[in-house]
């Protein structure tokens, strides 16, 4: 039963559902309460015997709501920041104090996959589900100049990663900043600071150019195309990796590579080098601790836009 009246706006709601027992005739009453609008009681009667309760309500910040396992059973009851599928509890990840997409316990883009579980997630600190974009406002949004895409903020000033999208041959900076293979600034190598402060996903470098499998086809893919997401991978910007800052994704040594958040096949655990690893289920959850978040099986510190 998906729905039995049009959206109502949130203000408290209760539904009163009469279901009459093809069996015995007995008519058998359910109530479910939420704060919205007060609406008139809804009776329904079935005559079928079978009634299909697949459903599975999730909850975010402000809202609470019941959740039902594919038998029909509840397991539980969202509370605010939280919300709970087949007995895992989502727990809320904050970016500076503040709930983001991929840290407020929603699927914001109806795909199945909560948060960090979501390829599509950078981090906490990305505001957009549907993209491999952040989407926070003045984020690596210059047309030319780059710094380290995953800081969660533009501006070379914190990170000492500097590069322009003239340089990239495969001209990710389109009409706005066109490849120009005449321009002088092309450094072949990044400050140390640049290496030591970006932290980088298995599989890109440090400026947001990541290579993705898809169907068994590899993308180099850039990740400040606004609209680049896995199934429309043919879309995204192409780019060309900076090898000076490129962290390469070795799965034959049990490492997730971006675009993935799974061990690959034959692996238990999956291998971080430099930082912890994890894992995440399908809430989003991982084992890193408090303060940090969990990228292609490693734990990052959270770094706010």
Known sequence: ???????????????????????SGETMTAATTDESTSVANTTINL?????????????GPGTTGPTTTEDGTATGTGTQGTSTTAGLTCVPIECEGALLACGDCMDNDGDGKTDLADPECISPCDDREDTFATGLPGDNMDPCNQDCFFDGNSGAGDDKC??????????????????????????????????????????????GCCTVEVDGMTYDIFLGDPDCTLADIDSCQQCTKNDD??????PEDCEICFG?????????????????????????????AEGYYCSTGCCFPIQPG
């Open 1 to 23: 039963m998906r729905s039995i009246a049009p959206r109502l706006s949130l203000i408290a709601v209760t539904l009163t559902f009469a279901c009459k027992s093809p069996e």
């Open 47 to 59: 005559t079928d015997a079978t009634t299909d309760l697949t459903t599975s309500t999730t909850t």
């Open 260 to 288: 993935e958040t799974e061990p690959p096949e034959g692996c238990d655990d999956p291998t971080c080098e430099g930082f912890d690893s994890c894992t995440i289920d399908m809430m989003g959850n991982s084992n890193c």
């Open 245 to 250: 800052c490129d962290q390469e994704c070795h």
């Open 162 to 207: 500097n590069w322009s999208l003239k340089c990239d041959p495969a001209n990710p900076g389109g009409d706005i900043c066109p490849y120009d293979p005449n321009f002088n600034n092309c450094p072949d190598m990044q400050s140390q600071e640049c290496l030591d402060n970006c932290q980088v996903p298995n599989g890109c470098d440090c400026f």
